[in-house]
């Protein structure tokens, strides 16, 4: 018997175009092409906003600053209502707690995503929030995600493991490394070591890259580095890249909107942060460009970067490891393309858009089968 398409209401607050926001947005559309009715809810006036009009997707702008607006609470419970929803799926702090409030209001099942490894705050709001059994089930984007979870208290059988997706086929051509190369200044025959980050944040690990940065021109004189993400062309990271001594040999990208370009552009691919990780979408999106990576064994990363076999894993803060580990790949170019080649694999075999899509609905059904047994 063929299943019924379902109805699911999405919630999430979207001020700038993250790595959650790209997830949600691959989610929601990929629902609709699986034949199922997706409403999304998000801010007014947001990247997200305009591209899930511009896919086709039923939109509701709505102001979400508020965790407990009565007005967008009341508007969520009447989209549900008229939308005959059957799921309400909640992504980042205020979306949780408003899509929580209203699914408790109309009994229906509240599923929340959960994207990185910090433990949530020890207070009743927190506890509340991922602690009540008004939280069918959270979705987590990686094991570790899950693990700190459980440590704070919330039910193994309420939290499933869901992986965040690419499309790999974004990377099978057309690219174009080398215009990024000449925009920023980079000369197009330098090795190139990049850090890619939705933004810039201490816990991102900046510095970390920076220090190894230096150590690494030590014996490599040519190498050039490059930094992605929001705030990463500021005054602040200016002035921790002249500390360094690297002035004239970094470059400052800030946001940029063609990340494959810029990834076909690198050499090699640098995530280090400090904590916090819970499935790295710059490791994700560099492993499916074949691009060779280096990560600090941090949060979600081991269970992508396996060392030795599709990356390299070194511990976190530590500038000499992670110097090593760039200069290694720069100097066997053959266990940097076997290593490239292993990771764009993986991310084939594993950790497309598709299979996150099937995973999220086999999630709903199994919630919605649950509720009808009762």
Not at 28 to 33: M, P, S, Y
Not at 68 to 86: H, Q
Not at 128 to 141: P, Q
């Amino acid at each position: 018997m063929t299943e019924r398409p379902l109805s699911v209401l999405h919630v999430l607050e979207s001020p700038s175009w993250t790595g959650a926001m790209a997830q949600t947005f691959a989610r929601c559309t990929g629902l609709v092409r699986r034949g199922h009715r997706v409403t999304l809810v998000t801010t007014p006036g947001s990247i997200l906003e305009r591209r899930a009009r511009e896919a086709g997707l039923d939109v509701v702008p709505a102001d979400l600053r508020s965790e407990l607006n009565p007005v967008v609470i009341a508007r969520l419970v009447g989209l549900i209502v008229t939308r005959s929803v059957d799921i309400v799926h909640a992504h980042r702090a205020h979306a949780h707690s408003l899509g929580l409030i209203a699914s408790a209001l109309t009994l229906r099942p509240f599923v929340l995503s959960r994207r990185v490894s910090f433990r949530p705050k020890d207070n009743v709001g927190s506890r509340l929030k991922y602690r009540s059994r008004a939280v069918t089930r959270i979705i987590a984007v990686s094991r570790a995600v899950k693990d700190v979870l459980v440590d704070y208290g919330v039910s193994p059988d309420r939290v499933e493991v869901v992986y965040s997706g690419s499309d790999p086929t974004v990377y099978r051509s057309g690219l174009d490394g080398e215009r990024v190369r000449r925009e920023l200044g980079i000369p197009a025959d330098v090795p190139l070591v990049g850090k890619v980050a939705n933004f810039y944040s201490g816990w991102k690990g900046h510095d970390t890259f920076l220090a190894a940065a230096a150590k690494v021109s030590e014996r490599r004189p040519r190498a050039w580095f490059l930094l992605v993400g929001h705030e990463t062309d500021s005054a602040n990271m200016r002035a921790m890249v002249e500390r360094v001594g690297l002035a004239d040999r970094v470059a400052l990208a800030g946001h940029r909107s063609d990340v494959p370009d810029v990834l076909a552009a690198l050499d090699v691919s640098v995530n280090s942060p400090r904590a916090g990780e819970g499935l790295s979408g710059a490791v994700r999106e560099s492993l499916a460009a074949g691009i060779p990576v280096v990560a600090t064994d941090v949060g979600g990363n081991r269970e992508i970067v396996f060392d030795g076999e599709t990356g390299l894993l070194v511990s976190p803060e530590n500038p000499d490891a992670l110097a090593a580990a760039i200069g290694r790949l720069l100097d066997d170019r053959g266990l940097a393309a076997r290593l490239a080649a292993n990771g764009a694999r993986f991310v084939r075999d594993r950790l497309t858009v598709e299979r996150m899509v099937e995973e999220t609905e086999r999630v709903y059904r199994e919630v919605l089968s649950e509720r009808r047994g009762r």
